[in-house]
């Protein structure tokens, strides 16, 4: 048989990165706890049309899909957005509003291999289901940075914009939802000259023209000017001015938190789903050019699928550019670990023994290895000191007779006869 190679585009984790993906999940959970978020669990293969329907041209063209043996065409998730919005459509239904849910996974999307895209990936993701309030949007922000702050990133930066302003003005326009869809996938992906022409061809008025080529230039940090600038270019467009009137109210409210936030507004920023209707965000760190998550308002997807009316908005984190973030940024893990034992019996005989002592620390809750290979203590102990463990309990004839062991403190190169009832006491300190 050949040697098998893992599928391009997937990757094993071992366990200091193993560790770290789990750390950063045990933390999203926690903001979830503290947030209200009820945790479900959705399957990783949904019907194609189900995910496919609002995911946008961009994701849609990268799904895994194929055909089941039972002739289903399926795929596997490229996000959990559709999936929540599938149960509250029809399970969920009748559920008192809001409904606030949680769920983290793997996710798979056909991506083109590169620093921090993978075809394999996992998120964290919350909705909020049932609120059009702007402290709705504004509670998913600021979950999104107490996440980011959980787990030690320092100088995040929310990338902030509403679809609704660009969307109006072209719905005003007549431009159909199909070219808007094409037009914001250019923006996305900044393609901005691209968009334009688009916009153009879709026969909008010389007006709309110029005000769409002002506001994709309008950006910055001082976001209650910037939405002025924005509220002066879209005069004339009244949806488009409700847009950023809701943007405002979001955005203050966010500053009344107290909490210091940096963002930056984009006038002309667009996300790849085209579900979105209303505010949309994302987050940026300096050493990375690419979002560690994404998120925003999304008001008719339920109903699309079959559901009651129901506004909406979300976030998903992608837990891979966060650890990656984490470690350009020397991000250090809040261990609660203890000490590590390994036992080392003296010779054969005592192996009932030494498992009996590693049972007593396991009981204590000390993370205890057995020596299993049969080395001589001399190689063992080597081994524990080259994994810079801390202690070694060896397990000897003669101590044993008295009811004691011998424990070395690995780091300091010390060992003492300690009796078996006071060896947890020895090891905790
Ligand atoms: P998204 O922007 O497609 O949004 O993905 C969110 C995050 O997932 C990204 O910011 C990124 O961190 C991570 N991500 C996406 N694709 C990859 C990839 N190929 N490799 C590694 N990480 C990736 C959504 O998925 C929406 N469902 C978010 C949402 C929830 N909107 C409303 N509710």
Redesign the pocket.
């Given at each position: 048989m050949p040697a098998f190679r893992r599928v391009r585009g997937m990757r094993d984790f071992l366990p200091e990165e193993a560790q770290m993906m789990k750390y950063i999940e045990g933390k999203a959970r926690k903001v979830a706890r503290l947030y209200g978020y009820g945790e479900i669990i959705t399957p990783v293969l949904e019907s194609y049309e189900l995910l496919a329907a609002k995911a946008g041209e961009e994701?849609r063209s990268r799904m895994y899909a194929f055909e089941d043996l039972g002739g289903r065409k399926v795929a596997l998730r490229?996000?959990?957005?559709?999936s929540?919005a599938r149960l509250v459509a029809t399970t969920l239904r009748n559920e008192p509003k809001p409904l606030r849910m949680f769920c983290v996974g793997n996710?798979y999307?056909y991506?083109e291999p590169q620093q921090?895209?993978?075809?394999?990936?996992?998120?964290s993701?919350?909705?909020l289901m049932g609120s059009s309030k702007p402290e709705a949007d504004a509670e998913?922000m600021m979950l999104t940075n107490s996440l980011m702050k959980a787990v030690g990133l320092k100088n995040f930066v929310f990338k902030v914009g509403h679809v609704g302003v660009l969307r109006r003005i072209l719905s005003q326009e007549k431009v159909q939802d199909k070219v808007q869809n094409r037009i914001m996938q250019l923006m996305d992906k900044k393609e901005y000259d691209t968009a334009l022409e688009l916009v153009e061809e879709a026969g909008v008025s010389e007006k709309c023209l110029v005000t769409i080529q002002k506001l994709v230039r309008i950006k910055g940090g001082k976001v209650f000017e910037v939405l002025q600038s924005m509220e002066k270019q879209v005069k004339g467009y009244e949806r488009a001015v409700d847009a950023l009137e809701n943007l405002r109210e979001i955005l203050e409210l966010v500053s009344e938190t107290g909490e210091k936030i940096h963002m930056i507004v984009e006038a002309g920023f667009a996300?790849?789903?085209e579900?979105?209707t209303g505010m949309?965000f994302?987050?940026y760190v300096p050493e990375m050019s690419?979002?560690?998550?994404?998120?925003?308002?999304?008001d008719r997807l339920i109903e699309m699928f079959g559901g009651e009316p129901t506004p909406?908005?979300?976030?998903?984190?992608?837990?891979?550019?966060?650890m990656m973030a984490m470690q350009k940024q020397k991000t250090l893990l809040e261990t609660e670990e203890g000490k590590t034992v390994i036992v080392i019996p003296i010779k054969e005989e005592l192996k009932g023994e030494a498992l009996k002592i590693s049972r007593i620390l396991r009981d204590a809750d000390i993370a205890v290895e057995v020596e299993v290979m049969g080395r001589k203590v001399a190689k063992a102990l080597e081994d524990a000191d080259r994994r810079k463990m801390d202690y070694a309990v060896i397990v000897g004839e003669r101590e044993l007779k008295e009811g004691s062991v011998v424990i070395r403190n690995l780091e300091r190169r010390e060992q003492k006869t300690v009796k078996i009832e006071s060896i947890i006491e020895a090891i905790k300190g």
């Open positions: 994701i490229p996000e959990f957005t559709a929540v996710l999307r991506d921090g895209r993978f075809r394999e990936f996992w998120q993701n919350y909705e998913i996300r790849g789903l579900y979105y949309v994302e987050i690419i979002s560690l998550c994404g998120g925003g308002r999304y909406a908005v979300g976030v998903a984190h992608g837990l891979d550019r966060i």
